[in-house]
């Protein structure tokens, strides 16, 4: 079974720094895709990026880009220029196409912008 | 506006007091579902739909009921609620395919049982 795991419960970083979340998951599948939801205050879960697993390249969405590592079984989120409106939970969350489409969500991570 | 819609946002209710959450679409999405967030436990999958009259558990379906009469319905039952189910509750929905299926999320709705 795929699992998700997130092992920073909680990060803080200061204005316009760069902070990386780290991500990890185990799978014996090939064709996947990973993401990145945003859960700010409000509760509402955002996506902010994702990765198609047969693209090599790293995924970027403006100051949130990914370190996809396959081998590794990594997918790190890296945010630049840290803004205070970036104060939320992000959850990493693991995709299979096909069959029950199931998705599976890492616990989250909490991220503290500090002005 | 493409949006889910859940109901209600907050909820306090007794236990053993039959609720129903309701969740709605306006994207024509064949997949809905719903799950249940608690602090250090992320998401988890309650029940799935992947279309009209098809359900099945998740991860955690125990003491929760749905059904999938329309397409842009997929409302949760609790039948006799407990404790334990006090929690923040999402719907969300996607189309199936070989694309890269993005969810779509509702607001959220927080239940306490008492």
New interface residues.
């Given amino acids: 079974a795929q699992t998700v795991t997130q092992s920073q419960p909680e990060m803080s970083v200061q204005e316009a720094e760069t902070v990386t979340l780290s991500c990890t998951y185990d799978t014996s599948e090939n064709n996947y895709y990973l993401f990145w939801y945003k859960q700010p205050p409000s509760r509402q879960m955002i996506l902010v990026i994702r990765q198609e697993a047969y693209k090599q390249q790293n995924a970027t969405e403006n100051r949130f880009s990914v370190n996809f590592q396959k081998a590794a079984k990594s997918f790190s989120l890296k945010i630049s220029d840290s803004q205070l409106g970036d104060t939320a939970m992000y959850f990493c969350a693991f995709m299979k196409p096909g069959g029950t489409y199931k998705y599976i969500f890492g616990t989250g991570t909490r991220l503290k912008v500090l002005a | 506006e493409a949006q889910v819609t859940q109901n209600p946002r907050y909820l306090i209710t007794v236990t053993g007091k039959k609720l129903t959450v309701t969740c709605s679409q306006n994207m024509n999405h064949e997949?809905m579902?719903w799950?249940r967030q608690d602090p250090?436990?992320?998401?988890?999958?309650i029940y799935?739909s992947?279309n009209v009259e098809v359900t099945?558990k998740?991860d955690v379906p125990e003491g929760y009921k749905v059904s999938r009469k329309e397409k842009r319905n997929f409302p949760l039952i609790l039948e006799s609620p407990s404790p334990n189910q006090t929690s923040?509750y999402?719907c969300?929905s996607?189309f199936?395919?070989?694309?890269?299926?993005?969810?779509t999320?509702g607001?959220?709705s927080r239940l306490t049982v008492l």
């Fill in positions: 997949y579902s799950y250090g436990l992320g998401l988890r999958q799935y992947m099945d998740g923040l999402f969300a996607s199936r395919g070989s694309g890269a299926n993005v969810l999320f607001a959220g």
